[in-house]
């Protein structure tokens, strides 16, 4: 039995990596993503990558499974991305095949996160869980009597894309809907972080402080940092992102009612105080007539949850 090739495409970081056949990482080479490089550059650095892992270990690859950072049409096994130059309706499994000659299976990171935290992390032995992937944006990946729920389009888990409110902000989605991702989501805390600073900077000494003195190099890592400081400014700001968290998880949990939610992503470096803070939100919505008991925790592997996802894919496409 040979080993699995992974492979996880995101917008700023690419990885390359074999398991065995348990599903243990053997090694993994990493890569900072050049965004004018499109697509042919990154086939390029994927090709060379795996061939250098390869080349260094003995044991031949039966299968491959790709996690890439944008829509994917898992169906048809083609991404559907319109973000970086290429990407458009493109046959990615089919171009793996031809390069690395065994089966492969592509998703969106996501679900390759929720796959991944549910075979190897903090989902493990759960019947259902959503992984939800905080950072720039906002993305979720639904297991549901243990697999993944992909949905008719390939479109199921867009917790980022939950209309929550009437809004002037336009989304990335494009709507004015008030979407998750446009009020809470690393971006939308930054933006707002730094519209605070650059009005009220009296009151925004500590955020300030943290950020060089500059309120445009604020984003959402100043703003929990200085929240769990105490400071007053950053705990309301901050509780405001999570308050619309904590709406569009209630509607998650009151549709799934899961064993678990999973928190993963940049933001979720914030650790326990965003677990404690939105376990807060959350309260202020507590129903007796509709209790329930799903665990809010963080992800166990961190930014390898797409990774090992990828390996839980290649591990079925080997099937
Ligand atoms: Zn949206």
Redesign the pocket.
């Given at each position: 039995m040979g080993n699995f090739l992974a492979i996880d495409i995101g917008g700023t970081r690419f990885r390359v990596a074999h398991f065995d056949p348990e599903g243990r990482l053997l090694q993994v080479k990493h890569g900072e993503t050049l965004h004018s490089g499109g697509r042919d550059w990154m086939l390029t650095q994927l090709r060379e990558y795996a061939a250098e892992l390869t080349g260094k270990n003995r044991a031949a690859i039966q299968s491959c499974g790709i996690s890439f950072g944008g829509p994917v049409d898992f169906k048809r096994q083609r991404v559907t991305s319109v973000h970086t130059p290429g990407w458009k309706n493109f046959a990615l499994t089919e171009w793996a095949r031809g390069i690395f000659g065994v089966p492969c299976l592509v998703d969106n990171d996501a679900n390759c996160g929720a796959l991944g935290e549910y075979r190897f992390g903090a989902g493990q032995g759960v019947e259902s869980m959503i992984y939800l992937t905080l950072s720039t944006g906002i993305g979720s990946g639904i297991i549901c009597h243990g697999h993944l729920h992909r949905g008719r389009d390939s479109m199921a888990g867009e917790i980022?894309?939950l209309p929550l409110t009437d809004s002037e902000e336009v989304?990335?989605?494009g709507?004015k809907?008030g979407?998750t991702?446009?009020l809470a989501s690393g971006r939308a805390m930054g933006r707002k972080v730094q519209e605070f600073a650059k009005r009220y900077p009296s009151e925004s000494a500590r955020l300030l402080a943290l950020a060089g003195g500059e309120a445009q190099n604020l984003s959402a890592r100043e703003l929990a940092k200085a929240a769990q400081e105490g400071d007053t400014a950053a705990i309301s700001l901050f509780m405001e992102s999570m308050r619309w968290l904590a709406r569009a998880l209630l509607i998650a949990i009151r549709l799934l009612d899961p064993d678990k939610i999973v928190l993963g992503g940049g933001v979720a470096q914030a650790g326990d105080f965003l677990v404690q803070s939105l376990k807060k939100a959350l309260q202020e919505w507590w129903s007796p007539m509709f209790p329930y008991t799903t665990e809010i925790i963080l992800a166990k592997l961190a930014d390898y949850s797409p990774l090992y996802g990828a390996a839980a894919l290649a591990m079925e496409a080997g099937r």
């Open positions: 980022g894309h989304c990335t989605c709507l809907s979407c991702e446009a």
